[in-house]
């Protein structure tokens, strides 16, 4: 019997070539009707690079993406608070690009777009095993776990975009419960991100471009300047939202979670697609090299459940301390401290 994963995204896909490579029969099912090309960059720390190593593709990655050694933070007004440059390079690459790397490494009739998945126990008894990679939303982490875990609002929200043109320097310009992030991406544009903290009952809801205009509008530059570029039709806006509580495991029976389904995290640490990346490379290891398929299920769970909960947890952590407007004074004065001690 096949593995069915259920989902075409970054998780779903790493899994199923994980398990092409090694020679094993495997199924994607994705709703949509085309696989994910829309969003903005998605940051590929050196965990995620390796992954993307192991499943071949770490090379043509590196080749369409760009390279950042470095992050620079400054302040609303343009004052310098640190620089800080990581061991090895971060890269950057569009959704769309890594979603067809994937997509372009499975043989044709792996994936089967247009097709939602609903009844999981139906899918399971036809499958070997089932892989969740459904994302935030996730209908197999409902279905497996009932009601018990859901989404918590983190407390902010985040706009999202792509504009052409190359503006920098790259890194997080800090407001008092807002933070505009700025990155290259392939093609020569500059991809941002602008999260804004919004408790419960004072939510951002409405149009983006004229309430960016209105919280971002003095903020130094390249921000005035990117809003001026930024097209209303192309940006994204999200609520931000984790899982909670934590899972107490990420198998139940012959199912198993990966990615978003398992662990959605704020995006404050830039990993929620890299930790995708990692389950879907190590279940799909697992599961092609154990042909006892239960252990191998708990043997996957046993690799990832801890690390990419720590993982989320931190991101939490790290974005209450950069978001919540109480915080700006402590965070600015860790980034000057942090950023001095690095140098
Ligand atoms: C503001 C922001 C910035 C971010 N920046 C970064 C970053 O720099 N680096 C990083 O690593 N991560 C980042 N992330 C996180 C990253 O986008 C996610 O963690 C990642 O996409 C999760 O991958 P996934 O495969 O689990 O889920 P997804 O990529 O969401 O894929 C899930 C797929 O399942 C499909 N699906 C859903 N339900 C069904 C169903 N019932 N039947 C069939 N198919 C279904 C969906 O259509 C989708 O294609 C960011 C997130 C946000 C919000």
Not at 5 to 15: N, P, R, S
Not at 16 to 40: F, M, Q, S
């Amino acid at each position: 019997m096949d593995i069915t994963v259920v989902g075409g995204g970054i998780g779903g896909l790493a899994c199923a070539v994980a398990l092409v490579n090694a020679g094993h029969p495997v199924r994607v099912v994705e709703k949509r009707d085309g696989l994910a090309d829309a969003g903005t960059a998605l940051g590929m720390w050196p965990n995620a690079l390796r992954a993307l190593d192991r499943l071949g593709l770490g090379d043509k990655v590196r080749h369409i993406g760009v390279a950042q050694a470095e992050a620079v933070f400054r302040r609303s007004d343009g004052r310098f608070l640190a620089r800080i440059r990581p061991p090895e390079a971060v890269v950057l690459i569009s959704r769309g690009a890594l979603t067809r790397l994937l997509r372009a490494a499975l043989p044709d009739g792996v994936v089967e777009t247009g097709v939602e998945v609903s009844d999981v126990d139906e899918l399971a008894a036809g499958s070997r095993a089932v892989v969740g990679a459904d994302g935030i939303h996730s209908v197999v982490r409902k279905a497996c776990f009932g009601d018990a875990y859901g989404l918590r609002y983190a407390g902010y929200s985040a706009w999202r975009g792509i504009v052409k043109g190359e503006y920098g320097p790259p890194g997080e310009i800090m407001g008092h419960g807002a933070k505009f992030g700025v990155t290259g991406v392939e093609g020569g544009r500059t991809n941002w991100f602008a999260p804004v903290w919004a408790p419960a009952g004072v939510r951002y809801a409405g149009e983006g471009l004229p309430e960016l205009h209105r919280i971002f509008g003095e903020w130094c530059e390249p921000v005035p300047r990117i809003l001026s570029l930024a097209d209303e039709s192309d940006i994204l806006r999200h609520d931000l939202c984790y899982v909670a509580p934590r899972l107490r495991s990420y198998v139940r029976d012959r199912v198993a979670l990966v990615g978003d389904a398992a662990h959605a995290m704020t995006p404050d640490l830039g990993q929620g697609a890299c930790q995708a990346l990692l389950d879907g490379a190590v279940l799909g290891r697992c599961l092609a090299t154990m042909s006892d398929t239960e252990e191998a299920l708990r043997r996957y769970d046993s690799l990832r459940r801890k690390p990419s909960q720590r993982t989320a947890a931190t991101a939490r952590q790290v974005g209450l301390l950069t978001m919540r407007p109480r915080m700006a004074l402590a965070r600015n004065a860790l980034l000057r401290t942090g950023g001095l001690l690095m140098r």
